[in-house]
């Protein structure tokens, strides 16, 4: 059994930054695609940042486009997300995702957690 166990959120004010960490357990997840997904209250969930572990490539959101940067850490089975410069609309809770296929959806996910940015 996967799971995928977010942390790192919390309140920080607009123009701070924080780093939210993803720590898989289960099996190893090295070699699988992972993102970050948010949803915003009142919002639809919305895909933030991907990994592909195939060549190491990102790929990002225009939203967040130069101000995150996603990561991984095979040694630590982890999954990073730092944010710069954020703004209240950056306000969501956050979730961790993981595909047991590169062929399928997100099929694994974390419970989240939340980020709070005041102005």
């Known amino acids: 059994q996967v799971q995928l166990v977010e942390s790192g959120g919390g309140s920080v004010q607009a123009g701070g930054s924080l780093r939210i960490s993803c720590i898989t357990s289960?099996?190893?997840?090295?070699?699988?695609?992972m993102a970050w997904f948010r949803r915003a209250p009142g919002k639809e969930r919305e895909l933030v940042a991907i990994?592909?572990?195939?060549?190491?490539?990102?790929w990002y959101a225009n939203f967040v486009k130069g101000r995150c940067a996603i990561s991984r850490d095979k040694a630590k089975n982890a999954l990073y997300l730092q944010m710069n410069s954020l703004n209240p609309e950056d306000t969501a809770v956050y979730y961790c995702?993981?595909?047991?296929?590169?062929?399928?959806?997100?099929?694994?996910w974390g419970e989240g957690t939340q980020v709070t940015v005041s102005p």
């Open positions: 289960g099996r190893t997840m090295n070699n699988n695609p």
């Open positions: 995702a993981a595909k047991s296929r590169p062929d399928v959806e997100w099929d694994y």
């Open positions: 990994f592909a572990p195939s060549d190491g490539s990102t």
